[in-house]
């Protein structure tokens, strides 16, 4: 992908955005030429220096590490002791995070180092943003934080890389970081006092994987509201329940917004003439209560999102160095508390959203609630009728990704474990709630699309029975309509269906699909 845009890295703040342009090749990264941030910079690279030069003692440049603070590094081993870190710390286990994760972490601890109170050298800033560029990316598995002394372990992997250690992939292959190192004609970083420290005690993963979570969880509380409007339509429900003004009564702007986008698909349709006859008073809560449950996602966003923000922008390594000042600051601010919070929330939320949309479905293929529609939405004419289950067993499945993702929704913050000889006697578990949530999302797409498939299938069983103009649905909901169906045909004779999930999947992950314009999230 052509770069769009530069983001500056140094003296301005960074935005969900920039992460994701980064995280995606839309944008390369820059490091500023603000006189004043670059001075802070140098500043605090000489202070670290005449410190450990001058033998007064800062923790972690030559002190040891944690527990063990109290060991003294004597002044020929301290330009040893940053390798040392990265090395000890290469234990971690799991699957490696994929390009867009890889490239956004890389994005996120330069955000912070960027800041200019961490001591490191111009070098350093410069090889990370050369690493995002490129892009080199280190392979750095999921599993080993605890979130608190930051992502000490997966950073362990982008240290190891910029020292030519381990794996990186590069131009698509999986090669050494020494021989990539040799292939750009660089010689891999050695790195200074306070270097290895400060590009792993930090939240930078919790923090990238964040700033993915919220992009998909936004996408998907729009989709979920025009499933829900599809659903509504195919059910033949009654519009009276997205009526505006139960929503200004209520005073949530979240629902309010919910139920605008859904009256955008729906009005038309259900409002026109005979229509209406016979329409029910009241539907199931899983139609009825829909911009109610979606809009509690939707209502959190704003906040989640300077959660993020706040957090991608901070200073959160230690100990902090103000150069200019000549100042050490020996604090926590390592801890993810923040991240771990706004995940453990938003994957309940969006857990909502997959249980949600599974009882939608539940009640499209159940020929009690669906108000007409064949048994499992079949399409299958009278005479072959009696041998196909049209949606049956996606429906099971639907149901069990839902419950998969309602069982992940247990908050991992509140599972805080004692470690490193009780000196992270309290963490924040940042990381694993983070990818709990990117699993749960997973999962809630899994669903959606399933739903959107069933919904369509209701949709087109209206349609063909002519109970159903399909010219009264919106602009966008047509568009949507036809975009699965110039690829996933009506189903009609059973047939394996998981290459078109597979598909659809892809497809929404891209947000291939205009989805209501303006209004939060």
């Not at 802070?40 to 063990?68: K, P």
């Not at 021989?179 to 590009?199: C, N, T």
């Not at 059910?235 to 986008?261: S, T």
């Not at 797409?445 to 919106?474: C, F, H, K, N």
């Amino acid at each position: 992908m052509s770069s769009e845009r530069d983001v500056i890295a140094g003296g301005g703040s960074w935005t969900i955005e920039d992460i994701l342009a980064l995280a995606t090749g839309g944008a390369r990264v820059s490091l500023s030429d603000d006189p004043q941030w670059r001075e802070r910079v140098d500043r605090g690279v000489e202070f670290v220096d005449d410190l450990w030069r001058g033998n007064a003692s800062v923790y972690g440049v030559n002190t040891g590490y944690g527990f063990s603070l109290d060991r003294r590094i004597p002044n020929a081993l301290v330009e040893e002791l940053p390798r040392q870190i990265t090395r000890y710390h290469g234990c971690g286990l799991g699957r490696m995070f994929d390009e867009p994760a890889t490239r956004a972490i890389l994005a996120a601890r330069l955000a912070s180092l960027a800041r200019g109170y961490s001591g490191v050298r111009w070098v350093l800033l410069e090889r990370l943003a050369d690493f995002i560029n490129r892009p080199i990316l280190p392979l750095i598995p999921e599993e080993g934080s605890v979130g608190a002394s930051g992502d000490l372990t997966p950073l362990s992997y982008v240290a190891a890389a910029l020292i030519g250690e381990r794996d990186v992939v590069y131009e698509g292959r999986r090669r050494s970081a020494a021989d990539v190192h040799r292939e750009i004609g660089r010689q891999p970083l050695k790195l200074a006092p306070k270097e290895g420290l400060a590009v792993m005690n930090g939240t930078s993963v919790m923090t990238a994987l964040a700033c993915l979570a919220f992009d998909r969880a936004s996408y998907l509380a729009r989709l979920a509201s025009r499933i829900t409007a599809f659903a509504a339509i195919a059910l033949k429900g009654n519009p009276g329940q997205f009526d505006a003004r139960l929503f200004e009564l209520k005073g949530h702007p979240g629902p309010a917004q919910v139920a605008a986008w859904i009256r955008t698909d729906l009005q038309r349709c259900l409002d026109k003439g005979g229509e209406a006859a016979g329409r029910r008073l009241q539907d199931s809560y899983s139609i009825r209560c829909a911009p109610h449950i979606i809009g509690v996602l939707a209502d959190a966003m704003p906040w989640m999102r300077r959660q993020i923000e706040t957090e991608l922008n901070s200073v959160n390594d230690n100990p902090i160095v103000d150069g200019p000042n000549r100042t050490i600051l020996h604090g926590g601010n390592f801890y993810g508390g923040h991240i771990a919070f706004v995940m453990d929330c938003m994957k309940t939320a969006v857990a909502n959203l997959a249980d949600l949309m599974d009882r939608q479905m539940a009640l499209l293929v159940d020929p009690r609630t669906s108000h007409g529609l064949p048994p499992n939405i079949s399409g299958a004419s009278a005479e072959r009728a009696p041998i196909n289950h049209g949606f049956k067993a996606l429906q099971i499945g639907t149901s069990a990704w839902a419950a998969e993702a309602l069982k992940l929704a247990m908050p991992a913050s509140v599972f805080s474990r004692s470690t490193e000889s009780h000196n992270q006697d309290k963490v924040s578990l940042g990381t694993i709630a983070a990818r709990d949530c990117l699993r749960v999302l997973d999962l809630c797409e899994q669903v959606a699309v399933a739903a959107l498939l069933g919904a369509l299938q209701g949709l087109d069983i209206r349609t063909r029975r002519a109970e159903l103009d399909p010219g009264l649905l919106s602009e966008e909901a047509r568009e949507l309509s036809a975009a699965v169906r110039r690829n996933v045909p009506f189903l009609e004779e059973d047939r394996p269906m998981d290459e078109d999930l597979r598909w659809l999947l892809e497809q929404a992950r891209a947000k291939s699909w205009r989805l209501y314009e303006g209004g939060r999230p």
